[in-house]
Nanobody
Framework: QVQLVESGGGLVQDGGSLRLSCAAS????????MGWFRQAPGKQRELVAR???????SYADSVKGRFTISRDNAKNTVYLQMDSLKPEDTAVYYC???????????????WGQGTQVTVSS
């Protein structure tokens, strides 16, 4: 089994910064992709940013230039540095990872439990 544990959420004022972390643990052979999604009340879950094992990144248009995703492969950990936060960034942020537990298996999708980010105006 694989567990994703997030940390770093909280309450911040408009224009502030937060850094989210997500550590993967358990039986892990490789992690192809790690990323962050978010879900605001009454809205669908949406992709915020993702990073593949080689380091390529992609971002939602709404966060480009403000958020930075990074990854420590040795620690199986992904980070999301969020700067210039806006009230519309308020949501539950979920870590996501595509993990292969054995060399003979395809990667499966795993989710963290979510961490609340609230930006006050």
């Amino acid at each position: 089994q694989v567990q994703l544990v997030e940390s770093g959420g909280g309450l911040v004022q408009d224009g502030g910064s937060l850094r989210l972390s997500c550590a993967a643990s358990g039986t892990i052979f490789s992690i192809n992709m790690m990323g962050w999604f978010r879900q605001a009340p009454g809205k669908q879950r949406e992709l915020v940013a993702r990073i593949i094992s080689a380091g390529s990144t992609s971002y939602a248009d709404s966060v480009k230039g403000r958020f930075t995703i990074s990854r420590d492969n040795a620690k199986n950990t992904v980070y999301l540095q969020m700067d210039s936060l806006k009230p519309e960034d308020t949501a539950v942020y979920y870590c996501n990872a595509a993990v292969a537990q054995r060399s003979s298996e395809y990667a499966r999708n795993y989710w963290g439990q979510g961490t609340q980010v609230t930006v006050s105006s």
